[in-house]
């Protein structure tokens, strides 16, 4: 048996970092909002035992370090003690859209896929709140991902509230062709000049609706852009051809510009695709998943 899923992208529209934790892990405070850009996640289902992973992708794993394999073992250690049931055994196959390293959570997204694909399959043995625990485990978005609709995210990011306050923009996604690792931007974060800089820790939105020139903030931003002043060149090009907002997600390098007519994304993805000297970059128009 085969099960095909889509696993979505992510962009967060507002992410102030609130704190750092005992353990190492940074608090924040974030909108995070899934978007029309997909990974195919196809799982093959048979009677021989293990977890194979498949991807044509040269930066993406294929042993157990991989995050849908981490996702899958995780399922079973939960929801069967570690011994799958007969069939149990599969290969997970990822057909790669979502850039790698782009901070658009395609590999979050990719495992929490697995996770609500197995979940099905076998009979739904947990619920959506043990999922998004399990998924918790993996990395901090996935859980998001498992929530599945735009969200306030607070905590580590794994506490999740739903934020319906968000008008149907289109997004035109900018990947400069560079993979960031999240753990160097966060590694070079200086919470306490963010704070300074800021003025709030914490952005409390009470129920109101999300404004572009108000609350689009990324405190991870200015870290990211300080090694790789692309991202401003980005910026600066998508606001010059009509977005009315525009900033890096998460920990970059993927840089987004917002506009509330898809024709006007469209203009500036044919304009800004049409400049040559550009070549590693790869533009994605993708609607908010309202």
């Known amino acids: 048996m085969?099960?095909?899923?889509?696993?979505?992208?992510?962009?967060?529209?507002?992410?102030?970092?609130?704190?750092?934790?005992?353990?190492?892990?940074?608090?924040?405070?974030?909108?995070?909002?899934?978007?029309?850009?997909?990974?195919?996640?196809?799982?093959?289902?048979?009677?021989?035992?293990g977890i194979q992973?498949?991807?044509?992708?040269?930066?993406?794993?294929e042993d157990s370090s991989n995050l849908v394999a981490r996702a899958a073992a995780l399922f079973f250690e939960t929801a069967f003690a570690g011994c799958p049931p007969l069939g149990g055994g599969m290969r997970i196959?990822?057909?790669?859209?979502?850039?790698?390293?782009?901070?658009?959570?395609?590999?979050?997204?990719?495992?929490?896929?697995?996770?609500?694909?197995?979940?099905?399959?076998?009979?739904?043995?947990?619920?959506?709140?043990?999922?998004?625990?399990?998924?918790?485990r993996i990395g901090a978005d996935v859980p998001f991902f498992i929530f599945g609709a735009p969200a306030l995210a607070t905590g580590i990011g794994e506490q999740l509230a739903a934020?319906?306050?968000?008008?149907?923009?289109?997004a035109l996604l900018v990947y400069p062709g560079v993979a960031i690792s999240t753990a160097w931007v966060y590694k070079?974060?200086?919470?306490?000049?963010?704070?300074?800089?800021?003025?709030?820790?914490?952005?409390?939105?009470?129920?109101?609706?999300?404004?572009?020139?108000?609350?689009?903030?990324?405190?991870?931003?200015?870290?990211?852009e300080s090694a790789f002043p692309v991202i401003t060149e980005i910026?600066?090009?998508?606001q010059a051809h009509g977005a009315k907002g525009a900033m890096m997600s998460g920990s970059g390098s993927a840089v987004f510009g917002l506009y509330a007519d898809r024709d006007r994304a469209e203009s500036a993805y044919k304009v800004l695709c049409g400049n040559q000297q550009r070549q590693n970059w790869t533009l994605y128009i993708a609607d908010l998943l309202i």
């Open 2 to 49: 085969t099960v095909t899923v889509h696993a979505p992208a992510k962009i967060n529209l507002f992410l102030r970092i609130t704190g750092k934790r005992s353990d190492g892990y940074h608090e924040l405070s974030s909108v995070m909002c899934p978007v029309a850009l997909y990974d195919t996640v196809t799982i093959t289902f048979g009677d021989d035992d």
């Open 53 to 61: 992973v498949a991807c044509a992708h040269p930066a993406v794993p």
């Open 93 to 136: 196959h990822i057909e790669k859209r979502i850039p790698v390293g782009a901070g658009l959570g395609g590999g979050s997204s990719d495992a929490a896929a697995v996770l609500v694909a197995l979940n099905r399959h076998f009979g739904l043995p947990l619920t959506h709140t043990t999922l998004q625990a399990v998924g918790a």
């Open 163 to 170: 934020f319906p306050y968000l008008a149907p923009w289109t």
């Open 188 to 224: 070079n974060l200086n919470l306490r000049l963010t704070k300074d800089e800021k003025k709030l820790s914490k952005f409390h939105f009470n129920g109101r609706f999300f404004r572009l020139d108000e609350h689009l903030v990324n405190d991870l931003e200015p870290v990211t």
């Open 235 to 238: 910026k600066r090009l998508l």
